[in-house]
């Protein structure tokens, strides 16, 4: 049963680039969490999402960041015109449903940097 | 909103002895969920302990234990016989229990404890 899976593991994009980072949930998941890691922080919230639903987006920026998590496919993080501000990794989560019992499991993160 | 807080940027132990991580938070609500994440150079977030709220009991994996103080709003994390494998960044975290925040597994994290393992 393979983990939650994230591609690419590292990416470098110019300033005014767009960054795509996917997110392939566990089997059976269909909640789906992104989270931002700043240099030498701790993880923040960013999203949550269920297919082709967005549940929480109270941890986005307001402009430049979209997610989606359509009924086929990977979810997608989506960064337009990328700053030097945005270069952190960024790691999804999966879970199988809401509830008090469910864990939510980690992909190894997107590094994101921007040149 | 919740806080979580670790005031322990780094952290040193030496191989077979015994560490505390501290962790503090602040939450109005009273059933949640506490965590501790282990986050190797690798990057991998990797589930330690978990602690419910509503349980009394400290909960223990192995090595790993917790000291969980309800009214203190303080969970800290015990690891024994340490080992050079457990060098790592650990997280602590917060998640509401309540189906209202409608929140799902959204999880607070702290800053991260760095913590080194010497021989």
């Known amino acids: 049963n393979a983990g939650v899976m994230q591609n690419p593991r590292h990416l470098v994009r110019r300033r005014g680039q767009e960054a795509r980072l996917r997110c392939s949930p566990m089997?059976?998941?269909?909640?789906v969490y992104w989270y931002r890691q700043l240099p030498e922080e701790g993880l923040k919230f960013m999203v949550y999402?269920?297919?082709?639903?967005?549940?929480?987006e109270s941890g986005m920026p307001k402009e430049r960041f979209s997610a989606e998590f359509p009924k086929e496919g990977p979810s997608i993080l989506r960064i337009q015109q990328v700053v030097r501000g945005d270069s952190a990794a960024y790691f999804c989560?999966?879970?199988?449903?809401?509830?008090?019992?469910?864990?939510?499991?980690f992909g190894q993160g997107t590094r994101l940097t921007v040149v | 909103a919740q806080t979580v807080t670790q005031s322990q940027p780094e952290m040193s132990v030496q191989e077979a002895e015994t560490v505390t991580l501290s962790c503090t938070y602040d939450?109005?609500?009273?059933?949640?969920?506490l965590f501790w994440y282990k986050q190797p150079p690798s990057r991998q977030m990797i589930l330690v302990i978990r602690?419910?709220?509503?349980?009394?009991q400290n909960a223990t994996e192995n090595r790993f234990s917790v000291n969980f103080q309800k009214a203190a709003k303080s969970f800290s994390l015990k690891i024994s016989d340490s080992q050079l494998g457990d060098a790592a960044m650990y997280f602590c975290?917060?998640?509401?229990?309540?189906?209202?925040?409608?929140?799902?597994?959204?999880?607070?994290f702290g800053t991260g404890t760095q913590l080194k393992v010497e021989l």
């Open positions: 989560a999966s879970s199988q449903i809401q509830g008090s019992h469910t864990e939510a499991f």
């Open positions: 089997k059976g998941h269909s909640h």
């Open positions: 999402l269920q297919k082709e639903n967005i549940i929480d």
């Open positions: 939450t109005s609500e009273s059933d949640y969920y």
């Open positions: 602690q419910e709220a509503y349980k009394q």
């Open positions: 975290a917060y998640r509401s229990a309540s189906r209202l925040t409608g929140g799902g597994n959204k999880l607070t």
